[in-house]
């Protein structure tokens, strides 16, 4: 059963540098001084955010030391957030530019990004060993993206490897192949997250381009469906039966309807896909989603997250310091405590256990509940 102090694992928090121009500061020439990034706060389909609340919830996210800083840029300010959530340990999820046209630019920035993340956050002492990392490569720049992970494979903190939302090809297909394979056998999971660049993405919908945020914003998640069915189609999940990949920007509200429509034309299409050994419902134990992002009901039934397998996929995510965070205590309408618990803690724990094991810190999840269950 579940205790008032539930811990947690906050799945999703993404940290800002503190400026725009911080991260040439950990790239090397040209790019440190001589090559410009796009604009991390985005020129496309951007809210509204110096009105209430999202203004004054994104002031309340900035060091108050640093009136400049970004938002989310501040130790202090993750964990206290993390603290009033009940959460034990913080997956940190950079976001990088997302796609750029230049695949250099993005390999470069997404190594600067790797070693900022390591040495600012995962190793800094006032972070108590409270936050995991997400290794960031270019999905574009395979050969950059396998030395990438590689590189970071024996770093004790770094515990997925962070790919955007947006991209050239579906990320089943075979072009992409050797990234996940270097991941899997890491025992990193892959997670999906929207990173979207400014003014270089490609049309974010099938029918061209939205006008407006909201229009954008609403149709965003359905792309990691894309995803989600080229992983299985293709054979990824088949052929590595340790990868599990993490949708961390919604998908899991649609995801059991696509699923029904793809078994639907199970019977036809079979032959174009011979080496799955079962319907495609078969695999989605491979998936995890995040809380925070759901487009389902407000005040989600018990019947409704049993149809959409809510206690088996989901996995707490605050999604910090973004102005839709939530908080754990957000996460409680129609669930059982055992369900409860699993979203909060045990799906994440499972998660990202094989990977703790091979580096040898398992002991971060078996320390944390054995400290909620001390007298």
Known sequence: MMTENQPAIDSCITPFWRTELEPHQWMPEPWASKRHLPGILRQMYSAPTGIPPYGEYLEA?????????????????VLSKMDSDGSRLGVLTPLTRGPQPDLDMSSVLCGATNDWLARTWLDAPESNDRFLGTIRVNPADPDAA?????RWADHPGMVQVGVPLDAWRPYGQRNYFRIWETASRYELPVVVHADGGAAANYK????????????FASQESISAMYHVSSFILEGVFERLPNLRVYFADGCHDFLIPFIWRMDADWAISRHEVPWLTKETEGYIDRLRFRT????????????????SRSADLLMFGSNFPHWTTTSTADVTSGLSDDDRRRILWDNAADLYLPRLRKVGRDGLLTDATAAESAP
């Open 204 to 215: 974010p919908t099938m029918s061209g381009y939205p006008r407006k945020h909201i229009d």
């Open 292 to 307: 925070n992002h759901l487009e389902g009901p407000e005040e989600p039934s018990a019947e409704w997250h049993a149809l």
């Open 146 to 150: 396998v030395a990438e992970i590689e």
């Open 61 to 77: 996210a900035r060091p108050e030391d640093d009136p400049g800083a970004l938002p989310g840029s501040d130790i202090g300010k």
